[in-house]
């Protein structure tokens, strides 16, 4: 079974900063398998970028995901204050897990 | 549009089973596959199995075998999470999500969730 393992737990940022969250993987995995989620309580999960690097419909290109084999990268470029939220990285093809999360808090 | 809308909040007690449902709506239902992933709190996403519409097939979490049974009504559009045997670690929110799967002539295939239910609040307590 593949163990997602993301990092940091906790990222604190300001508005207008990077942030650059991180999706290891147990053993090499392909990155069309690959996706990331951004939740915020009491809301739905919302995809963000599927295939390790195509940004889903309607997300901001400030988002943006990159890696292959075991190391991903979801990287939004200047925080808005709406980005603020916990982050997955998924796998799945025969069946699917999550990452534990980062929580993107605002410094 | 596409959407997804669960049943509304369950408290049940220790030992006790519980039933979700998750209609569907704006897509052919037996099209897409749908998931059921939760949420305990101050945990993250932990995927709990997915059900074929169209064969009833279904794959669960080694963690839920034997407890979790996925089912559908395709005359409704909706599929079902029964949980049994509950314990306080089930107290949870749980979602369902569709599953959508491309596959291009070359690479992939790709496959992602979109969208999600709002979440069922699942209370167990004594």
């Known amino acids: 079974e593949i163990v997602l393992t993301q990092s940091p737990g906790t990222l604190s940022l300001s508005p207008g900063e990077r942030a650059t969250l991180f999706c290891r993987a147990s053993q090499s995995v392909s990155s069309s398998d690959l996706a990331w989620y951004q939740h915020k309580s009491g809301q739905a999960p919302r995809l963000l970028i599927h295939?390790?690097?195509f940004r889903a419909t309607g997300i901001p290109d400030r988002f943006s995901g990159s890696g292959s084999g075991t190391d991903f990268t979801l990287t939004i470029s200047r925080l808005e204050p709406e980005d603020f939220a916990v982050y997955y990285c998924q796998h799945y093809e025969s069946s699917c897990t999550f990452g534990q999360g980062t929580k993107l808090e605002i410094k | 549009q596409v959407q997804l809308v669960q049943s509304g909040a369950e408290v049940k007690k220790p030992g006790a089973s519980v039933k979700v449902s998750c209609k569907a709506s704006?897509?052919?239902?037996?099209?897409?596959?749908l998931h059921w992933v939760r949420q305990a709190p101050g945990q993250g996403l932990e995927w709990i199995g997915r059900?074929?519409?169209?064969?009833?097939?279904?794959i669960y979490a080694r963690k839920f075998q034997g407890r979790v049974t996925l089912t559908r009504d395709t005359s409704i559009n909706t599929a079902y999470l029964d949980l049994s045997r509950l314990t306080s670690d089930d107290t949870a929110v749980y979602f369902c999500?569709?599953?959508?799967?491309?596959?291009?002539?070359?690479?992939?295939?790709?496959?992602?969730?979109?969208?999600w239910g709002q979440g069922t609040q699942v209370t167990v307590s004594s």
């Open positions: 295939g390790a690097s």
């Open positions: 999500t569709r599953e959508i799967l491309v596959v291009p002539v070359a690479g992939g295939p790709f496959r992602w969730f979109k969208p």
């Open positions: 059900i074929n519409p169209d064969s009833d097939d279904t």
């Open positions: 704006g897509y052919p239902f037996s099209g897409y596959s």
